[in-house]
């Protein structure tokens, strides 16, 4: 009885088994899956950020300051403490960073100053 059990299935080849091994990992790794393949379609409007952008604004700000302060402060219920306690500390800070301020202007001498007399390395 498992002698005949046996014959009746079917072992494939070591051949056919190298070929399907081959052909799947070509065809899921080096090709892809047929779920690459899909076509699809998108219904895309490129007027749609235009016409979204002031509700934006108004709700995060401009490039979304006020929802970047709002992270900045958390979310425990002591927000109003830390932006107390960011008002004290920044008392006196300039609301510019030093290297986006407006410079002097360089005294004009007639003629184009060397490298190094152009003040490369000043900020």
């Known amino acids: 009885a498992i002698g005949s059990a046996i014959l009746l299935v079917q072992v494939p080849s070591a051949q056919s088994v190298i070929v399907k091994l081959a052909y799947d990992l070509i ?26 952008m002031p509700e934006f604004t108004k709700v995060h ?6 929802t970047i302060e709002k992270l900045g402060l958390g979310t425990d219920g002591y927000q109003e403490l830390r932006r107390e306690e960011q008002r004290i500390r920044d008392l ?32």
């Open 27 to 52: 065809r899921n790794n080096l090709i892809g899956t047929p779920e690459f393949f899909r076509e699809q379609k998108w219904h895309f409007d490129p007027d749609v950020g235009a016409r979204r």
């Open 92 to 123: 006196g800070v300039p609301t510019q960073l030093p290297h986006t301020l407006p410079r002097e202007p360089e005294p004009s001498l007639g003629v184009t100053p060397s490298y190094p007399a152009f003040g490369a390395y000043r900020r």
């Open 61 to 66: 700000g401009y490039h979304s300051a006020i």
